[in-house]
């Protein structure tokens, strides 16, 4: 079954450094990738996403993720985070070949210290 | 900017009693979802619709589930007899364009069964 993996439950990292959010994902020869955020209480906002060109590619907040073919991965990363980055972050990827739902990942919840 | 609205926010109902949950999606999308999201786990795919009738549902989405788009609006998803393990937060979500279109997901409901 098509599956999305995020190894990470939780990270915490100091306010104004980098971070990297892992994302892996089951075979399929053509995934569209997705990342969304959630903050206590919201609905899903979506950060980013990569359906096709160049693998780098940038959202809104200052995340960017970059595709990974042969890892299949979809890693996340901000250069600098920021207080108001806590929140809990989805990796989904709709498998063409599968149909037109969305799979997500478990989640990784993001904590910021000061 | 459109989006994505549901209603209630937040629901608490007995056990066996019939609950509707409610959303407004963006008022040019063609493709509807609904997921659920269990305290404390992923987000799961229930159901897609298009063009009138489910395109594609998951086994979560048994016969106590039926959606329905009653007036062109509209988007409900219907359970039957709720069970405890139906307490969720159900998240509605539309698309305008099959292939690279993305996501738009509303706040979500919250069901709490008792």
């Known amino acids: 079954a098509q599956s999305v993996t995020q190894p990470d439950i939780h990270i915490t990292v100091s306010e104004g450094a980098s971070l990297e959010l892992r994302c892996n994902y089951s075979y399929g020869a053509t995934p569209y990738l997705f990342w969304y955020v959630q903050s206590p209480g919201q609905g899903l906002q979506l950060l980013l996403k990569?359906?096709?060109?160049?693998?780098l590619v940038q959202g809104i907040k200052g995340f960017e993720a970059e595709f990974k073919r042969s890892q299949s991965s979809f890693n996340l990363r901000k250069p600098s985070v920021h207080w108001s980055d806590a929140a809990e972050y989805f990796c989904a990827v709709r498998f063409m070949e599968y149909g037109n739902k969305l799979v997500f990942g478990a989640g990784t919840i993001l904590r910021v210290k000061s | 900017e459109p989006e994505v609205t549901q209603t209630p926010s937040h629901q608490v109902t007995q056990m066996g009693q019939e609950v509707i949950l409610r959303c407004v999606p963006i008022s040019n999308h063609l493709y509807f979802y609904w997921y659920r999201q269990i305290l404390g786990q992923k987000v799961e795919f229930l159901v897609s619709f298009y063009n009138n009738e489910i395109s594609e549902k998951s086994e979560i989405f048994d016969d106590q589930f039926s959606v329905e788009r009653p007036d062109g609006s509209n988007f409900t998803l219907k359970i039957r007899s709720t069970k405890l393990e139906d307490s969720a937060m159900y998240f509605c979500?539309?698309?305008?364009?099959?292939?690279?279109?993305?996501?738009?997901f509303g706040e979500g409901s919250r069901l709490t069964v008792l």
């Open positions: 979500a539309s698309k305008d364009r099959g292939t690279t279109g993305e996501l738009f």
């Open positions: 990569y359906f096709s060109g160049d693998t």
